[in-house]
């Protein structure tokens, strides 16, 4: 299957951990990435290789994975977290790549 | 600086051609495989396609297969899109995306491609 699956909206009371999931066959083999996208920007990652995160993304984000699912967890969420998360890897044959449909985060 | 400047996007007729252009800066353009990424107005993200380093490989999303090419300049350190047929279904943000890492690390702001008549 090529298909990612994230569940639409999530919710998060500030300062409270939070974990957005992406599932997939594919992600039994590749790792994912995660990206953050708020409104009329354009995204950017926040998790690379497995858990690794740009110069400039705060350590409250971390990513791990388990079989055919890949999760961003964000550790004491802020109010600056509020946006849409899009994970993203390849699909089955490696040469195609996939997002998953985007979570929607709302930090309380 | 390190940036990708996206442009051609407009208004056009279904079934009409439309040319992206994806202009880079500040890095080695040649080292890098590049792609484009769209997304329809209050929609997710959709992958369009991806190019090899030297232009040798390409890769497309099935929605696009046929219609759509992608292509660049290494000279002119410019990526291309080239849309053919296009439907109204083809609405959306196009981005230019860098791929690193096996993530896009770094994206242009976008440019609005519209299908009407």
């Known amino acids: 299957s090529s298909e990612l699956t994230q569940d639409p909206a999530v919710s998060v009371a500030l300062g409270q951990t939070v974990k957005i999931t992406c599932r997939g066959d594919?992600?039994?083999?590749?790792?994912a990435s995660w990206y953050q996208q708020k409104p009329g920007q354009a995204p950017i990652v926040v998790i690379y290789?497995?858990?690794n995160r740009p110069s400039g993304i705060p350590d409250r984000f971390s990513a791990s994975s388990s079989g055919n699912t890949a999760s961003l967890t964000i550790t004491g969420a802020q109010a600056e977290d509020e946006a849409a998360y899009y994970c993203?890897?390849?699909?089955?044959?490696?040469?195609?790549?996939?997002f998953g449909g985007g979570t929607s985060l709302t930090v309380l | 600086q390190v940036q990708l400047v996206e442009s051609g996007g407009g208004v056009v007729q279904p079934g009409r051609s439309l040319r992206l252009s994806c202009a880079a800066s500040?890095?080695?353009?040649?080292?890098?495989?590049m792609n484009w990424v769209r997304q329809a107005p209050g929609k997710g993200l959709e992958w369009v396609t991806l190019?090899?380093?030297?232009?040798?490989?390409?890769y497309y999303a099935a929605s696009v297969k046929g219609r759509f090419t992608v292509s660049r300049d290494n000279s002119k350190n410019t990526l291309y899109l080239q849309m053919n047929s296009l439907r109204s279904e083809d609405t959306a943000f196009y981005y230019c995306?860098?791929?690193?890492?096996?993530?896009?690390?770094?994206w242009g702001q976008g440019t609005l491609v519209t299908v009407s008549s």
């Open positions: 995306a860098r791929r690193r890492l096996d993530a896009f690390d770094l």
């Open positions: 190019i090899s380093f030297d232009g040798t490989d390409k």
């Open positions: 594919s992600l039994r083999t590749y790792y």
């Open positions: 500040g890095f080695t353009f040649n080292r890098y495989v």
């Open positions: 290789d497995r858990n």
């Open positions: 993203n890897s390849r699909d089955g044959s490696g040469n195609h790549l996939v």
